[in-house]
């Protein structure tokens, strides 16, 4: 459970970071906020989002090191030795250079202040997004430490002056959509030099660390961490096609509408496939680099033997058989049973069918048959299936109590999925019907879609050994890849409708893509 947590923290963290160091580089190089100068409102916003943004990263670096150091305690080792290690002394000083940044830029937000005040913020700054680099994996490098320390550094850097000026930008088109200024085409042309700036680093430092960590190519098919590494270039490059889309409409913009406003709606998506980004690259920092993976590894036709289309599993496995056959749902973690995997697949297969008629259905309804409306009703009957089956030795078919098995990290990561589809169907439905309106309700769907992808990057199953794990969640990365997409495809749909019905089309054929995968899972 604490796994799952420190994943999800961390991603936490780094978006907390990115809003924090971004909105300085935003403040300074892109709204041109000057010293000794009273800040003008725009000015002030983003100084508050920063200190706002870096008092929770202060909040979340110190429950990240809480949960690190009670770990370690917990095997044995003396709260003394936990608090010197250099993990911690690198986690408390961040939680120190968060605070100072904070109430630094609240300063900053409310009065004038000199050359010396600003330098100061933009230190800090740079100093929290680089000491960073001494919590990866480059501080265990035997070979070329400083190198990849540099590196790292500059990278996670890139990140938060990429992502976080992006979510300075979307506030800053809120704010303007009802009143234009003549500055806002030249703060979104500064933007636009700014973003360039950042991702042309954050590729070249990427694809430096990533030959360095992975090592060979068929480490980024064989291995968790490289497969991690090809969804970040997926996901990446998506939020690529996004941004050269903004930058050609920045090109002819009308002059009564804030250009920031009319790019807003681009924007929020390259934003959420940006944040997804961190999340992923958190789910990197808990595997071992590829490069480091030689007896574990899986070999490109093992993986490709996972992904071969075979005959659903439509048959189940009885309860009794295999709480009999099984470890208690407590038990240490053993080697999987033939009638664990059987389960398993049996779930994942009769999840498949499920969404898949989803995506179907919800196909249909774009090419205008109506019967298919209520499609979002079937997430009801497979939230009910997958409460039910997900964990048959726990609560209602197996021994363990319900709040009993909360403690283990896989039983709470499938409910949390469960309450996740569950919500899908009862807000989608809603609006759908006219029971809710659109606006706000229907943005529900797409954020739980979203969240949820970038939810199941953190997934993992505790197996016996790295490559049956590794085999295991091998289809998890594609379907979270997948459900971004749908998310963040309604979300377009949504906010463009006078874009054209692509992005409709996109986010129903990604969920069907999803039933499709989940149809094809296999345990061995």
Not at 65 to 76: F, H
Not at 348 to 359: E, P, Q, S, T
């Amino acid at each position: 459970m604490t796994g799952f947590l420190d994943v999800v923290l961390r991603g936490l963290l780094l978006a907390w970071v990115s809003l924090a160091v971004g909105g300085v580089a935003w403040a300074r190089l892109v709204l041109r906020a000057e010293p000794g100068t009273k800040p003008d409102a725009a000015t002030r916003g983003a100084l508050r989002v920063v200190a706002g943004a870096a008092a929770l990263a202060a909040l979340t670096q110190a429950s990240v090191l809480a949960i690190v150091a009670g770990d370690l305690a917990r095997s044995g080792l003396p709260a003394a030795a936990v608090m010197e290690a250099g993990f911690a002394l690198t986690g408390l000083a961040r939680v120190i250079g968060a605070a100072s940044l904070a109430v630094l830029a609240s300063r900053l937000a409310r009065r004038p202040a000199g050359a010396v005040a600003w330098w100061a913020l933009a230190g800090l700054a740079v100093a929290l997004v680089a000491s960073s680099a001494a919590l990866s994996h480059a501080v265990a490098r035997m070979q070329e430490r400083a190198l990849l320390l540099g590196l790292d550094a500059a990278h996670q850097a890139a990140v938060a002056v990429w992502v976080g000026g992006l979510a300075h930008l979307t506030l800053y088109a809120r704010r303007r959509r009802h009143e234009p200024e003549p500055r806002d085409l030249a703060v979104v042309a500064r933007f636009s030099i700014v973003a360039t700036a950042s991702v042309a680093v954050l590729a070249a430092t990427g694809l430096v660390l990533a030959v360095r960590y992975v090592g060979d190519p068929g480490a980024l098919v064989g291995t968790a961490y490289g497969v991690m590494v090809l969804s970040k270039v997926v996901l990446f490059l998506a939020a690529l096609g996004l941004a050269l889309a903004n930058w050609r409409r920045v090109r002819r913009v009308d002059s009564e509408i804030s250009p920031a406003t009319r790019l807003a709606r681009f924007v929020e998506v390259e934003l959420g496939l940006g944040l997804t980004v961190l999340f992923a690259a958190a789910s990197l920092t808990s595997l071992p680099p590829a490069a480091d993976v030689v007896a574990d590894r899986a070999t490109p036709r093992e993986v490709a033997a996972r992904l071969v289309p075979a005959p659903p599993r439509l048959a189940s496995p009885a309860v009794g058989d295999l709480i009999r056959a099984a470890d208690p749902l407590m038990a240490p973690v053993g080697e999987r049973r033939p009638i664990e995997r059987a389960w398993s697949e049996y779930n994942h297969h009769w999840a498949g069918i499920f969404v898949l008629a989803m995506g179907a259905l919800a196909l249909l309804e774009a090419a205008g048959v109506r019967a298919a409306r209520p499609w979002p009703l079937l997430f009801l009957g497979l939230g009910a299936f997958l409460f039910a089956r997900n964990d048959p030795r726990a609560w209602p078919l197996g021994p363990a109590g319900f709040w009993e098995s909360m403690t283990l990290p896989d039983v709470l990561q499938h409910r949390a999925f469960v309450a996740l589809v569950i919500a899908f169907g009862v807000f989608e439905w809603m609006v759908r019907s006219g029971r809710l309106a659109v606006r706000p309700w229907g943005y529900v769907f797409p954020l739980l879609c979203a969240g949820g992808g970038g939810l199941l990057l953190t997934h993992s199953h505790a197996m016996f050994n790295l490559k049956d794990e590794f085999l295991t969640e091998v289809t998890h990365t594609p379907i979270a890849v997948l459900g971004v997409f749908a998310g963040w495809g309604r979300w377009l749909e949504l906010r463009w409708p006078e874009g054209g019905a692509w992005p409709g089309w996109l986010w129903r054929a990604c969920l069907a893509g999803v039933g499709a995968i989940l149809l094809v899972y296999r345990e061995g």
